[in-house]
């Protein structure tokens, strides 16, 4: 080694021991030439001083070296304002950079810290007030010095947001210059600082301008770089670059969709992946299917955490499984994530049911026995390999019973011979399962329909012990529900016998719409003040398949009068207003008092045409006595409503009213005689009001008389 040389590593290692005492790899922040900070006051009348009252002109000399950091604070003794200034070309006047001058200050209490380097070469200048010029000055001396050294990174840079992986070797590279000294004879510190740790990056480096640093295991978004570097002299120059990001941690799926052993999947849905952070998506990475899937299209959400997997058609009711391997988070090069499968089944069909019977028109006698037919049917399973229960419900709903015979049976059953509740209910359901061989069950609920166990009744016009019926009358048997007409509506089963002369009066016999009134109509008039009995047979059934039969005859005994009834009812009838408001939430009430002498009333009907034109034919309550009423739904729009009523008696004698037509208007009804006195005396009222304020206010303005005098 050259004396040169030797001279030059002495003086490195000099620098290191001096730099670098207490922290290993860091130099001390004392060794840094500074000036201050130094108390300074300025006085237009008295120059400038270290003290207040101390000061002189020309002001206390400043010597310092060359580049360094000079901290003056400074104060107005005298509370005019000042400006201190550096005068390099001792021409009085601060004429700008290089030439330093402060803000203004004027306060002789608060300090103005002004801090700037003293760059220029080194010579014996002066300070001046930039405001009051060298009426207030003072020497500045710079001596030589030794210029501190600059370093700047350039991996990382602070621009781009790295983020590297933990363990993983990284380049670090700077720049760095030293202007009275080479950059190889410089001194390099690495460092680092985050929430999570901090230390040494590498041992003390000379004239290097890169290291290769293996990043620590940790997880952190904050890490910084710091730089140090000195010259033999001691002078330092320092820089520091976020990373940010140190990442140590794998990544790891967080969520699947389908879930890990969930059944009943869609084959065609896509695979959804959520991993707990970004992911390399460009990086290595494989999502296989076990057994194999086609068509597999991968996609990524913009924040690379959640991972598509579309695919062709899976097959159904086969158990996947799906492994998720190889992929590497967004870390450079990347944190690499340990397998992770999960499975899942796809969907099957479910079986399917047909139902022949029951049907919603089924009506079936309680206790009878009936054949429920139905077909089950499945893609993935032959109808044999299916287990099907059926249970039944009187109310339409739970609770269900189960059918004896009907718990379990093999799927090719179609067919069963069923004992019919005794209920009486017109929302008995079945409700049928089907289960396949992956446990994939389907389920139909049956139409409601009827089931009748009980018995019909008859009552009869005229009824039992009638007197003074018509001639003409016919006989009615209502009865307690639908009948069975084919069978019922016959001359041995409903008959009427004249007990007087013991013979048969034939009649002809007819239904109504709903087949529970039976109207018998004599071929020849009734013979007068003669004793009948009419007949319905204990056969009578009602319309449930097969039928229950009445049980118990009814008979009933009556007598005729002299006369026929030719004369029809008689009907007092009052139109409502006939201004109806649109939209008015009352219905429009119809009300009606029929009365007929002879039979009676039998019927009474409203025949009404709404605004829309629709025709509607209603039957009218009896409400109480001998009135009939029925409310007309509030119209909906403007229009016009026309209504007839019509009433006919027993024996088929008819009447109808004229035809009434109502005007449904838009606005409001117009006001009765009594608002109209009303609105008039309130008109008045108003009237009066203004009069007497108007005389108030006349007599407001007419002069007062003189106050009377004073009584002594």
């Not at 009445?550 to 139109?575: C, K, W």
Request: aromatic letters at 8%; glycine letters at 10%; one cysteine or more.
């Amino acid at each position: 080694m050259s004396s040169s040389h030797a001279q030059l590593a002495v003086a490195v290692a000099c620098a290191i021991a001096v730099l670098a005492p207490g922290v290993a790899g860091v130099p001390t922040e004392s060794s840094e030439p500074r000036y201050g900070p130094q108390d300074l006051f300025g006085s237009l009348a008295r120059g400038w001083g270290f003290t207040n009252g101390g000061e002189t002109k020309p002001g206390p000399p400043i010597t310092v070296s060359r580049f360094e950091s000079v901290t003056l604070v400074l104060r107005s003794s005298d509370g005019l304002p000042h400006t201190w200034a550096l005068d390099l070309n001792m021409n009085g006047n601060n004429d700008g950079p290089p030439e330093n001058e402060s803000v203004p200050f004027s306060s002789p209490t608060t300090g103005l810290v002004f801090t700037f380097v003293a760059t220029a070469p080194p010579g014996v200048y002066q300070y001046i007030c930039g405001i009051h010029g060298t009426t207030m000055s003072g020497s500045f001396t710079i001596l030589a010095g030794n210029a501190p050294p600059t370093a700047s990174l350039t991996i990382p840079d602070g621009i781009v947001q790295n983020r590297w992986t933990g363990g993983s070797s990284h380049r670090l590279a700077w720049t760095m210059n030293d202007p009275d000294g080479l950059p190889s004879q410089l001194a390099v510190w690495l460092n680092f600082t985050s929430s999570a740790s901090s230390g040494p990056i590498s041992p003390p480096l000379f004239g290097a301008t890169f290291f290769d640093w293996t990043l620590p295991m940790i997880d952190a978004t904050d890490v910084t770089v710091h730089i140090d570097v000195a010259d033999p002299p001691g002078a330092t120059g320092t820089d520091a670059e976020l990373v940010p990001t140190i990442d140590s941690t794998p990544p790891a799926v967080m969520s699947t969709v389908p879930q890990d052993g969930v059944r009943g999947v869609d084959p065609a849905a896509d695979v959804v992946i959520t991993f707990g952070e970004a992911i390399a998506t460009l990086g290595p990475g494989t999502v296989t299917f076990n057994p194999p899937a086609g068509g597999l299209s991968p996609s990524w959400n913009p924040a690379g955490t959640v991972l598509t997997v579309g695919h062709a058609p899976l097959q159904r009711a086969m158990v996947y499984t799906v492994t998720v391997s190889d992929f590497r988070d967004a870390s450079d090069p990347g944190n690499p994530m340990s397998p992770f499968p999960f499975s899942f089944t796809t969907a099957n069909d479910a079986p399917t049911i047909a139902l022949t019977q029951p049907t919603a028109a089924s009506r079936w006698s309680g206790g009878s026995t009936h054949d429920l037919q139905w077909t089950a049917t499945d893609t993935e399973d032959p109808a044999g390999a299916l287990t099907v229960w059926v249970n039944y419900s009187a109310t339409g709903g739970a609770p269900f019973s189960p059918i004896p015979g009907l718990q379990g049976v093999p799927g090719d059953t179609t067919t069963f011979p069923w004992g019919v509740p005794t209920d009486t209910t017109g929302t008995a359901v079945l409700r049928f399962t089907a289960e396949d061989t992956m446990g994939e069950a389907g389920t139909l609920l049956s139409a409601a329909f009827a089931i009748d166990s009980t018995a019909p009744t008859a009552t009869s016009i005229p009824a039992q012990g009638a007197a003074n019926v018509v001639l003409n009358a016919n006989v009615v048997v209502t009865f307690s529900e639908r009948m069975n007409a084919a069978a019922t509506g016959v001359a041995a089963v409903v008959s009427l016998f004249d007990v007087d002369r013991g013979a048969w009066s034939p009649m002809t016999l007819s239904w109504d719409g709903a087949e529970r009134v039976l109207t018998g109509n004599p071929l020849a008039d009734l013979s007068p003040t003669t004793h009948y009995r009419l007949f319905v047979n204990g056969s009578a059934l009602d319309a449930s398949d097969p039928g229950n039969p009445m049980g118990g005859a009814y008979n009933a005994d009556f007598n005729t009068s002299a006369t026929a009834d030719l004369e029809p009812p008689v009907i007092v009838h009052t139109p409502p207003n006939n201004h109806i408001p649109v939209g008015d939430p009352s219905p429009i009430t119809i009300t009606a008092i029929v009365t007929d002498a002879g039979s009676g009333v039998a019927f009474v009907w409203i025949n009404y045409t709404d605004v829309d034109g629709a025709v509607h034919n209603v039957t009218m309550t009896l409400t109480t006595g001998d009135t009939y009423g029925f409310e007309i739904p509030d119209p909906e729009r403007t229009g016009t409503i026309t209504y007839f009523l019509y009433a006919k008696d027993g024996v088929g004698n008819g009447r109808r009213t004229a035809n009434v037509t109502l005007t449904v208007h838009a606005d409001e009804p117009p006001p009765s005689d009594d608002a109209t006195v009303l609105i008039a005396a309130g008109i008045l009222l108003i009237v009066a009001g203004i009069a007497a304020a108007a005389f108030l206010l006349w007599r407001r303005k007419k002069p007062e008389p003189p106050p009377a005098p004073p009584t002594s």
